[in-house]
């Protein structure tokens, strides 16, 4: 009698504790994981250059801390900028940019940054995109080129500013050795990290 009474309580406590959770009903969402991470900074005018390979569809989010840098992407392309042949996607606004880069596209990804203000400090985050049912481990590689002087708006003889044009060969800005070593050190976590989870 005492075992069924114990039974009879166990089963009574399950029942409650069931119905106590689809009355609270807690829906708990899943944050992106972040699959790579670069910084830096870039002067008005100018584009830095990063290269993403990445396995299923990604978010790219460009956070400016200071000043302002838009974003232009290209499969097809290995210098994008803000002429319209030369990039696949873009988002140039004032802010946060960003862009849902599908998996169909060619990898590597050429990424364009443009320094929009005298200075510009960014965060470029690749995110898994979980609005999509890719059914692989995601996963992404940064390789930074640096930055290039390449883009100066041209004047013609009325005054007027023609279309934006490349009016110098790009040169590589020498970078600070602290930056790339921190990219360096967090694409090496992130790698260990997608073996090991």
């Known amino acids: 009698m005492v075992e069924m009474f114990n039974l009879l309580f166990i089963l009574v406590c ?64 290995m210098y994008p900028t803000f002429d319209a042949d030369t990039y696949t996607l873009h988002s ?22 443009y320094g929009y203000s005298e200075m510009s400090e960014f965060i470029l985050e690749v995110h898994e995109n979980l609005n999509s049912s890719y059914p692989y481990k995601q996963w992404a590689i940064i390789q930074e080129e640096g930055d290039v002087q390449s883009i100066k708006p041209e004047k013609n003889t009325e005054g007027t500013n023609k279309r934006d044009t490349i009016s110098q060969v790009p040169k590589k800005k020498k970078r600070r050795k602290t930056d790339s070593d921190f990219s360096t050190i967090f694409s090496i976590l992130e790698v260990l990290e997608l073996i090991f989870l």
């Open 14 to 77: 399950v029942i409650f504790a069931i119905l106590l959770g689809k009355l609270i009903n807690v829906d708990i969402t899943r944050k992106p994981r972040i699959l790579a991470r670069t910084w830096g900074h870039i002067d008005q005018g100018n584009f830095t250059y990063i290269y993403l390979t990445f396995q299923g569809p990604v978010i790219l989010n460009l956070s400016s801390l200071s000043g302002d840098a838009d974003l232009y992407i290209s499969d097809n392309n």
């Open 92 to 113: 140039a606004t004032c802010g946060q940019d960003i862009i849902e880069v599908p998996e169909i596209v060619q990898v590597p990804l050429a990424v364009g940054i």
